[in-house]
């Protein structure tokens, strides 16, 4: 029944592909061959910026596709999809013990805050947690606003990064995962790691759902 009613659906509100445009159904948001594309998570971890990091998959099609409609689009339903991805990558990569790390995210720039409407990493997280019931905690705020990621040169970004965020509270579990969507330079991920190792957390794992190449 429930089948036949979103066949039904998708006569009246035509559903594309976010990544190659094709017909789904609209409970979907990719379709089947580029879900195969998708073969996370990548059984390794990689050095970013000197820091081990863990990844569900590449920042490419059909993954960035999928990112930037959440960020840029609006599109907020996909919150449970790319929560998805990280419950598989830290399922995969911790197993048994992914419950033991409290999870931290790198907060949204007020400036994206402003023009998102939301803090893209925190509502995954917030998927996450009635998924999977993680252990969820709000620590890390901008200090101070900068100029969109997207316009900076590398130099600029690790500039930038430099005393960017600040902690919301002070007594932080010892062991602490920190996520972020995107990874590309490291320079972020590197400010907050940085701030939660001072603040006492011994046991940091970085964890990210794409990864540039
Ligand atoms: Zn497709």
Known sequence: MAVK??????????NACLSCGNRIAVS????????????????????????PVRSYWWYEPPVSDVIRAYKFGKRWRLSKLIAGWLLNLLDQSLPGAGRDYAIISVPTTIQALRERGFDTNSLV??????????????????AKSVLPQASLTKEERKAAAEGKFSLRIKNLPKKVILFDDVITTGSTIRSCAKLLESAGVEDLKIFSVARTK
């Not at 979907?28 to 195969?36: I, N, T, V, Y």
Request: overall charge positive; hydrophobic content about 45%; aromatic content about 10%.
């Open 5 to 14: 009613l979103i066949e039904l659906a998708g006569c009246f509100f035509p």
């Open 28 to 51: 979907e948001f990719l379709c089947d061959s580029c879900k195969c594309l998708i073969k996370g998570p990548i059984p390794y971890e990689l050095s970013v910026d000197g820091l």
């Open 125 to 142: 997280l917030r998927k996450l947690r009635r998924m999977a019931n993680y252990r969820v905690i709000n620590a890390i705020t901008v």
